[in-house]
T-cell receptor, first 112, second 114 residues
Framework: DTEVTQTPKHLVMGMTNKKSLKCEQHMGHRAMYWYKQKAKKPPELMFV???????INESVPSRFSPECPNSSLLNLHLHALQPEDSALYLC???????????FGQGTRLTVV | AQSVTQPDIHITVSEGASLELRCNYSYGATPYLFWYVQSPGQGLQLLLKYFSGDTLVQGIKGFEAEFKRSQSSFNLRKPSVHWSDAAEYFCAVVVTSGTYKYIFGTGTRLKVLA
């Protein structure tokens, strides 16, 4: 299994809502990532987890809250988002070494 | 600071023509380099990677890339482009600062003419 699975594929939420994005991998990878990608732009790193511990937070606003409950799962909790947070949110995983990152298909988030 | 530059924002080629997408990096140590492809609204798929050794690396879908340390480049090539190759292509470098962080170039959008 070389897949990273993200759910949901699409999400529309209001600015007062609370929602969560989920990511799952069963490749035994111990590094997991959240990226945000706006249209026609490259992915921007948000968070990195290594061995289930947050190792990088790229100064992301607190309305985004990551969680890594175990080595296979990564969540991104969303609360009080703004319309400019609308984007494709990509999850990725890799070995804890310089190997390639495997990406999920992303969640297309629209904040209304 | 580490960075990746893709000088061409858009490239248009005819089907069957050859292709070269440029990538330049700025990184003090030996870089770990990747090319990813992204179709609209989709995730990123790895085409190929360079860690060390042979500077000409082969990837999936008939793509290859050559690492040139003297030019700080890692250009992607394909001898004959297919219409299905139309997509966004990202070059990336991994940097290590306690953990592993991928830095992406700004991307090159490839259009293929029938």
């Amino acid at each position: 299994d070389t897949e990273v699975t993200q759910t949901p594929k699409h999400l529309v939420m209001g600015m007062t809502n609370k929602k969560s994005l989920k990511c799952e991998q069963h490749m035994g990878h111990r590094a997991m990532y959240w990226y945000k990608q706006k249209a026609k732009k490259p992915p921007e790193l948000m968070f990195v987890y290594s061995y289930e511990k947050l190792s990088i937070n790229e100064s992301v606003p607190s309305r985004f809250s990551p969680e890594c409950p175990n080595s296979s799962l990564l969540n991104l909790h969303l609360h009080a988002l703004q319309p400019e947070d609308s984007a494709l949110y990509l999850c990725a995983s890799s070995q804890i070494s310089n190997t390639e990152a495997f990406f999920g298909q992303g969640t297309r988030l629209t904040v209304v | 600071a580490q960075s990746v530059t893709q000088p061409d924002i858009h490239i248009t080629v005819s089907e069957g023509a050859s292709l070269e997408l440029r990538c330049n990096y700025s990184y003090g140590a030996t870089p770990y380099l990747f090319w990813y492809v992204q179709s609209p609204g989709q995730g990123l798929q790895l085409l190929l990677k360079y860690f060390s050794g042979d500077t000409l690396v082969q990837g999936i879908k008939g793509f290859e890339a050559e690492f040139k340390r003297s030019q700080s480049s890692f250009n992607l090539r394909k001898p004959s482009v297919h219409w299905s190759d139309a997509a966004e292509y990202f070059c990336a470098v991994v940097v290590t600062s306690g953990t592993y962080k991928y830095i992406f170039g700004t991307g090159t959008r490839l259009k293929v003419l029938a």
